[in-house]
């Protein structure tokens, strides 16, 4: 049976008719499989949660009691059954505990990557492709002008302006959950020893990546000095702070602050520049064009469902590629973690 006529689209977000469950609902139900941890993914209220065991370890920091009534953790490739369906969570890549969700009824095979990356992530678990009968997409960077560059030369960038500039401190606007571990890890492997310095904002989800064993190096915390005077440590050193944060009077508190940010969105320059960012970094942890197009080709599924993001773009490039496409326009997902 196709999936076509056992999973619709209604206002809470995906309904798996023959499991009597949700993926990534946007409001409270009954049942709900949950790809990750971001907060368009994973809500609060919600009486039974399916979800990989660092998704639910996530989803408890944030959300305390409204993480889920009850919750089951699935290892990636654990087939497990949900009323009718056959459920399995595979890797998407994108951060700690992400998942993909096949699910498989009467011979239809359909995938939810949720959000995805094609990219090598020293904290999560890298996508893997899986043929299905429908691959349901984002297309969150679904424009061409979006070509991440590899990661490592925006970290060049970064420690070359510190060499430059050793007096001032580069405080690095970096998405709370995902993207702030990412860039401490990578930095870790492009060989900065020293200490890291983070925002408060940052020290729960640090912890929950050290609990799954993911090693961050020494953190210290960025706070301000006597009197609220700059840190004499601070100078020279990399301080990882939310984006909101490196805008806010916290930052005008750090020694000369060389303004960083590390998204997939500073590749647009206009971008960059009303967001008051010195140094843009393009680090994404969300598939760029190129990524969307080949992962499709990877998956091979005659169709495509595309939930958010630049749908029109990349709907008319999966026609042109041969297969059959369809934006769904699920609304009340946001860019979180690009």
Known sequence: MHPERWVQVRPEGLYVVPGDFYVDPIRGVARAVVTHGHSDHSRAGHQAVLATAE????????????????????????????????????????????????????????VVSGD????????????????????????????????????????????????????????????????????????RLAGWDKPIFVHGALAQMNEVYR??????????????????????????????????????????????????????????????KQGGIELPLVISDHADWDELLQTLDDVAAPKVWITHGREEALQYAARAKGYEAEALRLVGYDEEGA
Not at 75 to 93: H, K, N, Q, S, W
Not at 138 to 166: I, K, W, Y
Not at 226 to 247: D, F, N, Q, T
């Open 55 to 110: 998704t639910l370890a996530i989803a408890r920091a944030r959300l305390g009691e409204g993480a889920g009534v009850a919750q089951q953790a699935a290892a990636y490739g654990e087939v497990i059954r949900v009323g009718e369906v056959d459920v399995t969570l595979l890797p998407a890549g994108h951060v700690l505990g992400s998942a993909q969700v096949l699910m498989e009824h009467k011979g239809g095979r359909i």
């Open 116 to 187: 995805y990356k094609r990219r090598a992530d020293p904290t999560c678990t890298p996508f893997e492709p899986v043929h299905c009968d429908v691959f349901v997409t984002e297309a969150t960077f679904g424009l061409p002008v979006f070509r991440h560059p590899p990661v490592q030369d925006e970290l060049r960038r970064l420690l070359h302006s510190v060499e430059l500039f050793p007096e001032r401190c580069h405080v690095v606007g970096a998405y709370t959950l995902g993207k702030a571990q990412r860039l401490i890890a990578e930095l």
């Open 211 to 272: 609990a799954c064993g993911i090693d961050l190096g020494e953190l210290r915390p960025a706070t301000a000095g006597v009197k609220g005077e700059p840190r004499k440590e601070l100078e020279g050193a990399i301080v990882v702070a939310p984006p909101s944060a490196i805008a806010d009077r916290w930052a005008r508190r750090l020694p000369d602050p060389v303004i960083c940010q590390a998204s997939g969105w500073m590749r647009v320059k206009q971008r960059a």
